[in-house]
């Protein structure tokens, strides 16, 4: 509310991502495609971020196919991949 006179640039990381991810999601897509969506991120704001993208994602019944190091993020995912050495395998389910 406070900042929405401010532009893009005037605003900090965490809160570009979430007008990205607003923005994105403004769309509805089926399949919504994150890359590194909290890599530049504060953990506190790395939280907000994924909190918000599956908030939508449980809204809007969209897939969310994200790509991250973060493990605990990882955690946080119904199906896991990973690659290892150019060989993907998948990780335990939830």
């Known amino acids: 509310g406070d900042r929405k006179r401010h532009?893009?640039?005037e605003l900090s990381?965490?809160?570009q991502q979430r007008c990205a991810i607003a923005r994105a999601f403004s769309m509805r897509p089926r399949i919504l495609f994150a890359d590194e969506p909290?890599?530049?991120l504060d953990?506190?704001?790395g939280q907000a971020i994924l909190a918000l993208m599956?908030?939508?994602q449980r809204e809007f019944h969209t897939t969310l196919l994200?790509?991250?190091h973060n493990p605990d993020?990882?955690?946080r995912a119904y199906t896991r991949f990973q690659l290892t050495d150019g060989r993907?395998?998948?990780s335990g389910d939830l």
Do not use: H, P
Request: aromatic fraction near 4%.
């Open 7 to 9: 532009r893009l640039a």
């Open 13 to 15: 990381g965490g809160e």
């Open 88 to 90: 993907l395998d998948r």
């Open 66 to 68: 994200m790509v991250t």
């Open 54 to 56: 599956l908030e939508f």
């Open 73 to 75: 993020i990882a955690r």
């Open 38 to 40: 909290t890599g530049n």
């Open 43 to 45: 953990s506190r704001s």
